[in-house]
Antibody, heavy 117, light 106 residues
Framework: EMQLVESGGVVVQPGGSLRLSCAAS????????MHWVRQPPGKGLEWVSL????????YYADSVKGRFTISRDNSKNSLYLQMNSLRTEDTALYYC??????????WGQGTMVTVSS | DIQMTQSPSTLSASVGDRVTITCRAS??????LAWYQQKPGKAPKLLIY???SLESGVPSRFSGSGSGTEFSLTINSLQPDDFATYYC?????????FGQGTKLEL
């Protein structure tokens, strides 16, 4: 069974840093581009970032560009999101998702990031 | 960036109804559109990709259509399990923006 499990979400102060992880299983991880998507409480979905299968090409939403860094370790079947200079508006449930045919076919359960003083 | 406008934001319906949700892109995205269903406290679930391709395991009462800038998701014969929030997403170019969502309620 294909599965994604996120971890690392906590309460952090504005200006702080955090690294999220996403562990993949049940599929050949390095065959697929991977994404991060977030959802603020009670609101809609926002695409955050993509990394290509080989880790060479990252893409970011303007709202996080320069503050967040996506990476992956294909030897560990893991995806990461390094989040720096966190703002209150970054408070959200963060999902990792697998890309297939330019859609997101597998999603994790999400990890909650709360930015608050 | 390509913006997505989804309507309606809320849709009231009954079991057995046929409903349609629409999504409009600010510029042509060919057929690069996906539809997702999300239930409270759960991750989104892929229903339709490439505008009209049904994801494996998704009931055939769900269908997608459209190309260019106008798209729709139709649910035939609504079932109790279908009451949820639905999102469209353009998948042509980054950022892969989602629509605002449509809450389908009883």
């Amino acid at each position: 069974e294909m599965q994604l499990v996120e971890s690392g979400g906590v309460v952090v102060q504005p200006g702080g840093s955090l690294r999220l992880s996403c562990a993949a299983s049940g599929f050949t991880f390095d065959d697929y581009d991977m994404h991060w998507v977030r959802q603020p409480p009670g609101k809609g979905l926002e695409w955050v970032s993509l990394i290509t299968w080989d880790g060479r090409s990252p893409y970011y939403a303007d709202s996080v560009k320069g503050r967040f860094t996506i990476s992956r370790d294909n030897s560990k079947n893991s995806l990461y999101l390094q989040m720096n200079s966190l703002r209150t508006e970054d408070t959200a449930l963060y999902y990792c998702a697998k890309n297939r045919a330019n859609a997101f076919d597998i999603w994790g359960q999400g990890t909650m990031v709360t930015v608050s003083s | 960036d390509i913006q997505m406008t989804q309507s309606p934001s809320t849709l009231s319906a009954s079991v057995g109804d046929r409903v349609t949700i629409t999504c409009r892109a600010s510029q042509s995205i060919s057929s690069w559109l996906a539809w997702y269903q999300q239930k409270p406290g759960k991750a989104p679930k892929l229903l339709i990709y490439k505008a009209s391709s049904l994801e494996s395991g998704v009931p055939s009462r769900f269908s997608g259509s459209g190309s260019g800038t106008e798209f729709s998701l139709t649910i035939n014969s609504l079932q109790p399990d279908d009451f949820a929030t639905y999102y469209c997403q353009q998948c042509k170019s980054y950022p892969y923006i989602f629509g605002q969502g449509t809450k389908l309620e009883l």
